[in-house]
């Protein structure tokens, strides 16, 4: 059967090492897993009642519409329900945009060390991916990449930007100023859609950060995707929300599958947006994590991206393979982005204070081990 070549080159998808794998490779039973930017808090005892409550359902479809969840989410997010859709984790809602408004051959553009979804779901779509190269301080270079669609939107028919605002793995943002900048040239344009990836807007702390969400009020071709993944510990739920304009709430409501959202992930969803002690608390370990992080790598002289996420991307100054290695045999999973470009540099998810002190110790004995190569 004929492939085409899109499809032919792509590669599965490789998530954080698994516990379980790294027990059965390394032989060791105690294993700390922060790689995957999940909540360490876990999920919270109101989210378990919803979800046994939501058991006895199961013989059910889930309700299509996802009615009660986009309601709560009105009002807990302040924000038009008509003006929102509900996917299966937002990488189903990445690929509803790429499938909507790209045909095969045409574009996306997003920056150097973007979130790997984007080129991921084009790759799916016969869709190429242009980028433009990070600002200094590993940034998405906003003026770049409006500098690209005046020069290149057309031969290269872009027809959407994604914007991961935190971006992953970089933990770095863009300022409102920026984005308020950018938007002033391309907000309204009628070629093209832009995208604003939120997935961690409730870790910032940057005061010049803002959320696009109130520049959907002004323009009528701006996305912003949120994820109930990170803070609200929802990862293994798939639960993503769009907000969008009408006309893309509408297309996405025709092309995706009708079920998307399951009934454990809509119940679950519905408990833990107005969660506010837990997402709190999720905060305050986040921040606390963060910071002590940033004291460790000081003083082992190993550089560090600031980050507004859940995580942070520092440099080992180390052939990052070694490096990974080293630590899985002491039991700890951080996550490897060599498949971002990145080959001396490693990205650590916030956990739990004794599983942040346990990565740290691995860590120092690590950089003994290994030899720098920078
Ligand atoms: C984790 C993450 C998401 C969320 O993905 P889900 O499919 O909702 O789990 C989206 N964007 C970025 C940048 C992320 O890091």
Redesign the pocket.
């Known amino acids: 059967m004929k492939v085409s070549q899109e499809i032919l080159n792509m590669t599965p998808y490789k998530p954080g090492k698994p516990i379980s794998e790294t027990q059965r490779e390394y032989g060791i039973q105690d294993v700390i897993k922060l790689a ?2 999940e909540n360490p808090l876990g999920i919270s005892q109101k989210v378990k009642d919803a979800l046994l409550k939501s058991f006895d359902e199961t013989h059910r479809y889930p309700d299509a519409s996802c009615y009660e969840l986009i309601q709560k989410l009105a009002r807990v997010w302040n924000f038009p329900a008509e003006q929102m859709a509900v ?8 690929d509803l945009l790429v499938r909507i408004y790209c045909e095969p051959g045409e574009s996306i553009l997003t920056s150097d060390a973007g ?1 790997v ?1 984007y080129s991921v779901r084009a790759a799916a779509s016969r869709v190429k991916v242009q980028r433009t190269p990070l600002a200094p301080g590993y940034r998405f270079d906003l003026k770049a990449m409006a500098e690209f669609l005046r020069q290149r939107r057309v031969e290269t028919k872009t027809r959407i930007v994604f914007i ?1 605002n ?4 970089t933990g770095t943002y863009n300022t409102a100023s920026e984005v308020d900048e950018f938007l002033k040239e391309f907000g309204n344009h009628e070629e093209l859609l832009i995208v604003f ?1 939120e ?2 807007t409730e870790f910032v702390r940057a005061k010049d950060y803002k959320s696009a969400q109130d520049s959907l009020k002004k323009y009528n071709n701006v996305v912003v ?1 949120k ?4 803070i609200y510990g929802l ?1 293994g739920l ?3 929300v769009m907000m969008a304009p009408l006309q893309t709430v509408d297309l996405a409501n025709r092309v995706r599958t009708p079920f998307n959202v399951n009934q454990f992930a809509q119940a679950a969803a519905i408990a833990a947006v107005d969660d506010f002690d837990f997402i709190r608390r999720t905060c305050e370990v986040t921040w606390q994590g963060l910071d002590y992080f940033y004291s460790e790598l000081k003083a082992m002289g190993l550089p560090y991206i600031e980050s507004q ?1 859940n995580f942070v991307m520092f440099d080992t100054l180390r052939d990052v393979g070694q490096v990974n290695e080293a630590l899985l045999r002491r039991g700890v999973i951080m996550r490897p982005i060599q498949n971002y470009g990145f080959k001396t540099e490693i990205r650590l998810s916030v956990g739990l204070a004794h599983e942040n002190q346990r990565a740290m110790q691995a860590l120092r004995e690590v950089i003994k081990e290994v030899k720098p190569i920078k």
């Open positions: 995957s930017n996917g299966n984790g937002s990488d189903e809602l990445i979130f979804a991961a935190p971006n992953n793995p990836d997935a961690y995707l994820t109930l993944s990170k990862a798939r639960v993503g996420g």
